[in-house]
C-alpha cells in the first residue's frame, strides 16, 4: 500500500517529458447500510479501447478526507478501514477513521493508493452515510529517450538562434564596410573662390599679352611710315 503526501506545487502545472499535463479528476464514493465497500482498482479491463494497457498510463488514487453525513444516528460509532497490498504484495487491512455524530463528523485522510494494486474501502461497524473524497490521477510516461529527445530539440533551437547571430553580425560588417567604401570615394573639393581668382588672373595676363602685341604692331606701323 503506497502512501504518498502531495503539496501544491506537485499538483500545479504537472507535465511528462512529451510535454501532456497530467489529468486528475474528482473523486467519492459513499459508505451506508446497503452499500458496506467500496472497492477501487484500475487494470486492463477497466480502461478504454482506445487507451493503452496500464503500463502506458499509471493511475493513482489519493484519498484527502472521510465525512460523516447528516443522517448519521447520534453517538454511533462509524469505522471505516482500508485494505491493499504493501510493497511485498501482502493484503494489509487497518482502520482509518472513527466518526461519530456529535463528536467527530470528519477525518482528514492522506492516502495515496496505485491503480495496479486497488483498494477497498468499508463502513467495519455503523450505518453511516459516510462520504469518502480525494482525486484520481492521470500520470503519462517520463520516458529517458523522450526526455533525451527534447534536449535535442532544445539544442537544435539554440542553434538556429546562434546562425541567426552570426548572420546578424555578417550583415553589420557589411554595411560597415559599404559606409567605408562611400566615404573613401567622397574626394574633397577645392574653394570655389580660389578657383574664381585663377581664373581672373589667366584673364588680366591674357589681356596684358594682348595689350603688348598691339603695341608691337603699332611700332611696326610707324617704323613703315618713317620710312
Not at 116 to 145: I, M, Q, R, W
Request: proline letters at 2%; charged letters at 40%.
Amino acid at each position: 500500500m503506497a502512501n504518498r503526501s502531495r503539496n501544491m506545487s506537485e499538483k500545479s502545472d504537472t507535465k511528462t517529458a512529451i510535454g501532456v499535463a497530467d489529468m486528475e479528476y474528482f473523486w467519492c464514493a459513499e459508505l451506508n447500510s446497503s452499500t458496506r465497500s467500496v472497492t477501487w482498482v484500475m487494470n486492463s479491463g477497466d480502461l478504454d479501447d482506445d487507451e493503452d494497457d496500464d503500463d502506458y498510463i499509471e493511475h493513482s488514487l489519493f484519498i484527502k478526507q472521510a465525512v460523516l453525513g447528516s443522517g448519521a444516528v447520534s453517538n454511533e460509532q462509524n469505522i471505516i478501514t482500508l485494505e491493499s497490498v504493501n510493497a511485498n504484495g501482502e493484503l494489509k487491512k487497518g482502520v482509518v477513521a472513527n466518526l461519530t455524530r456529535g463528536s467527530s463528523v470528519m477525518a482528514h485522510l492522506d492516502f495515496t493508493i496505485s491503480g495496479k494494486n486497488g483498494v477497498t474501502l468499508t463502513l467495519a461497524e455503523g450505518s453511516g452515510p459516510v462520504f469518502l473524497s480525494g482525486n484520481h490521477l492521470l500520470e503519462y510516461p517520463k520516458d529517458d529517450n523522450l526526455g533525451d529527445l527534447s534536449q535535442i530539440e532544445s539544442d537544435g533551437s539554440n542553434l538556429d538562434e546562434e546562425e541567426e547571430d552570426v548572420e546578424d553580425e555578417e550583415e553589420e560588417e557589411d554595411t560597415n564596410k559599404k559606409t567605408v567604401k562611400r566615404k573613401a570615394a567622397v574626394k574633397p573639393q577645392k574653394p570655389k573662390k580660389a578657383k574664381m581668382d585663377v581664373v581672373e588672373d589667366d584673364d588680366d595676363e591674357d589681356e596684358e599679352g594682348e595689350d603688348d602685341e598691339e603695341d608691337e604692331d603699332d611700332e611696326d606701323y610707324d617704323f613703315e611710315e618713317n620710312k
